[in-house]
């Protein structure tokens, strides 16, 4: 259930609106004006805002303006309710950060329907990665699921970047962004244009690709050059000729190095056969060990 916040200084119509929402399922607290509203956006955050233009001072421009200037809130999405039907007041909402507006009067389907779609993007905003933008664990697991549910077999193909700590230790938190950055672009790019495959960013720099059972392998393999392509371009030049660097490892002791690697846990899954998540997660801890003991292979294949 979503949380929405409405201000306006008419009571009918936060009556009418409120009324509205609650019947399609939202909690929905409201606002007189627009200091009320902003009180309320900094004391809880909900998960949509919705502002009258005209309610007094502030008006909804303002509080609009307001919100999305605090970082602490500024993804919350706001829709703003007008009378007013200059394009000028409009381009003013969208210049005050707005992220939807609508004109009074307004069909009640049309309010739903914007509210929903708001929603909906807020959400997907909030599941994807901000390093590389692509979807997160939550989105990962639903695409697990949702496979499962269709019962044909499929891949989960978990990437990872091999002593990421040290080249991280060595090259500084910028290279190492950029390397996260790039292995997310190198294994998107195997989905390109392929709608039978999902590709996510758990965190860090681990990456899950989900695909047709017989695709995991090649699609393992065609990730993992892209990315030993890209690498070298943000790496300094003398690492990169000698193709190894001098770092600490966990233990604390510096020692020699390979520049970092992708390696590929492949597992193929018959959804007849599926227990868990944490059986998938414990068939992927096994394969990762054996893909990185592998050298420069660096991809290892099970079964579920």
């Known amino acids: 259930m979503s949380e929405i916040l409405f201000a306006d200084d008419d009571d009918e119509l936060r009556r009418m609106v409120g009324d509205l929402l609650r019947h399609a399922g939202h909690s929905v607290r409201v606002a007189e004006n627009g200091t009320v509203a902003l009180a309320e956006v900094r004391r809880a955050a ?3 805002v919705i502002l009258d233009y005209r309610m007094g001072n502030p008006d909804g421009f303002t509080v609009c303006r307001t919100i999305k200037d605090d970082p602490r809130v500024a993804h919350v999405p706001v829709l703003i309710l007008t009378g007013e039907s200059r394009i000028e007041d409009r381009l003013g909402g969208f210049e005050a ?4 507006y609508l004109a009074k009067p307004f069909d ?12 909906r993007q807020a959400q997907r905003a909030l599941d994807r990665n ?12 639903r695409e697990i699921e949702r496979r ?17 700590k040290p080249f991280a230790d060595r090259f ?25 495959t999902f590709v996510g960013h758990v965190g860090g720099d681990d990456f899950v690709l989900v695909c047709p059972a017989d ?72 394969a990762k060990h054996r893909a990185k003991a592998s050298g420069a292979a660096g991809i290892a294949e099970s079964e579920l």
Request: aromatic residues 6%; proline residues 5%.
């Open 130 to 141: 901000p390093t590389t933008g692509l979807p997160g664990g939550e989105a990962i697991q």
């Open 46 to 48: 909900p998960d949509l």
């Open 97 to 100: 950060g707005a992220d939807d």
């Open 148 to 164: 499962r549910v269709e019962a044909a077999p499929f891949s989960v193909v978990y990437f990872d970047l091999d002593d990421f």
């Open 108 to 119: 009640a389907r049309e309010l739903l329907a914007r509210v929903t779609a708001l929603l």
């Open 215 to 286: 695709d995991g392998r090649e699609q393992a393999r065609i990730a993992r050059a892209r990315f030993s392509q890209a690498l070298p371009k943000h790496v300094p030049e003398d690492a990169v000729r000698a193709g190894v660097y001098r770092a600490a490892d966990r233990a604390g002791v510096e020692r020699e190095f390979s520049l970092t690697r992708l390696s590929a846990a492949v597992i193929r899954v018959d959804p007849a056969r599926w227990t868990s998540m944490e059986h998938l997660g414990e068939r992927v801890a096994e």
């Open 172 to 196: 500084g938190f910028a290279v190492a962004d950029e390397a996260i950055r790039e292995a997310g672009r190198s294994i998107a790019a195997t989905a390109e244009g392929r709608s039978d």
